[in-house]
């Protein structure tokens, strides 16, 4: 009885400790590659978006009322442009309308909308050089400031995960004050409090002390003839190539493999995580799942149902013969602690691994120039169009 008590309370005191280290600042309210944070607040509401680079469309707005858990809103970008679209800059103007500047390349664009939830409207093209980053500096990262309505001053700015490279740069949140005309940091005194209060909250929430969440729906059964806000195509902007019908989404070929070929592309926001779709296969086409960061960083499974093509380091490893012969099937990619594991079945339920032990944590070159994070996304090669139906997103 004694032991039995004993373990209780452990229990309990475990359980206490991951709630106040649940509650450590700085924290992290955006898992994954959401670099380059603006944020505005409006009221009660606040309003944030990060660099696109290569997504299309561009520019996800997203929204929270407690700075802590977001939930997607719209796509700013619908029309099309060329190149890599970042240093994003979202702001409330003075006449109440919401105004989201950005560059790509040497052009500065600059988009306005009534409500930060659309519709969006081009309304600039003018030159970008000379044009001042707006972010400030506060230790070694660069920030946004903001406020809450009650005057508390925070910091926002991105931040690697560490051991986790592939992973993208994180959004962060500190709390600051100023003290003798320099912005410092309030995380160590409220973290010594909350710890003095066993478990005390620094910000209101449910009863239940979950961690900061982003709600983002990541399943798609392709119901919908809009494509979700978790979706974005690669390095284009041709919409055209994306349709939804009858629970199946099209995807038109283009290219040879992974490295060119069409993809549309989501974002990993667990750290151990697995993707899987069914395919359809179709007369001359290549479709599958892939692991991306860019065209030489990549690893991934392909059929045409009748091989799966095994891609490893942006290159084709192994062709095995597909046991279907053609009809639908599902594949699946695990990644856990940056190792990957393919897996196909014909059900979905009963599974064969193909491929393990795909080392990914190299892929990424975060936080320096020409590198992208791993993302998980659709691929369609070859020619005709790649058929997929009931796509799942979860953790590992």
Not at 28 to 35: A, K, L, N, Q
Not at 312 to 329: A, F, H, L, T
Request: glycine share 8%; charged share 30%.
């Amino acid at each position: 009885m004694r032991s039995m008590k004993r373990i209780v309370v452990l229990t309990m005191w475990l359980l206490g400790a991951s709630v106040a280290l649940a509650q450590q600042w700085p924290r992290t309210v955006m898992r994954g590659d959401f670099e380059d944070p603006t944020m505005v607040r409006d009221g009660k509401d606040f309003y944030m978006t990060h660099s696109s680079f290569y997504d299309f469309p561009a520019f996800l707005i997203w929204h929270s009322t407690d700075l802590m858990n977001w939930t997607p809103l719209c796509r700013v970008v619908e029309d099309a442009w060329s190149g890599v679209a970042v240093c994003p800059l979202l702001q409330k103007e003075a006449d109440g309308r919401f105004s989201l500047c950005f560059e790509v390349g040497d052009s500065l664009y600059r988009y306005e909308a009534d409500k930060a939830r659309g519709p969006w409207q081009r309304v600039s093209v003018s030159d970008a050089k000379g044009r001042k980053d707006f972010h400030d500096v506060f230790g070694v990262h660069k920030v946004v400031r903001v406020n809450d309505a009650k005057g508390q001053d925070y910091v926002v700015y991105h931040e690697a995960l560490k051991g986790y490279g592939s992973f993208g740069l994180q959004t962060m949140v500190e709390p600051v004050r100023k003290d003798d005309r320099a912005w410092k940091s309030m995380a160590d005194e409220l973290n010594r409090k909350n710890r003095k209060r066993n478990g005390g909250r620094f910000w209101r929430e449910s009863s239940t002390k979950k961690l900061p969440e982003m709600r983002m729906r990541m399943n798609d059964n392709f119901t919908s003839k809009k494509l979700g806000l978790q979706w974005s195509l690669w390095g284009e902007s041709s919409m055209n190539s994306v349709k939804i019908e009858r629970g199946t989404l099209h995807l038109t070929a283009c290219g040879k493999s992974p490295a060119d070929g069409r993809k549309l592309m989501t974002k990993a926001i667990d750290k151990n995580y697995l993707v899987q779709v069914q395919v359809v296969p179709t007369a001359g086409n290549w479709s599958g799942l892939t692991l991306y960061a860019d065209s030489r960083n990549f690893c991934g499974v392909l059929t045409d149902g009748k091989e799966f093509v095994i891609y490893q380091d942006g290159q084709e490893k192994v062709r095995k013969k597909n046991p279907y012969k053609g009809k639908n099937c599902y594949l699946r990619m695990v990644s856990h602690r940056q190792r990957v594991r393919i897996q196909v079945s014909e059900n979905g339920k009963r599974w064969e691994t193909l491929e393990q032990g795909m080392d990914v944590s190299d892929y990424s070159q975060t936080g320096k120039m020409g590198g992208m994070a791993v993302r998980p996304g659709l691929v369609s090669c070859g020619q005709g169009e790649g058929m997929f139906r009931k796509f799942r997103y979860a953790v590992k």
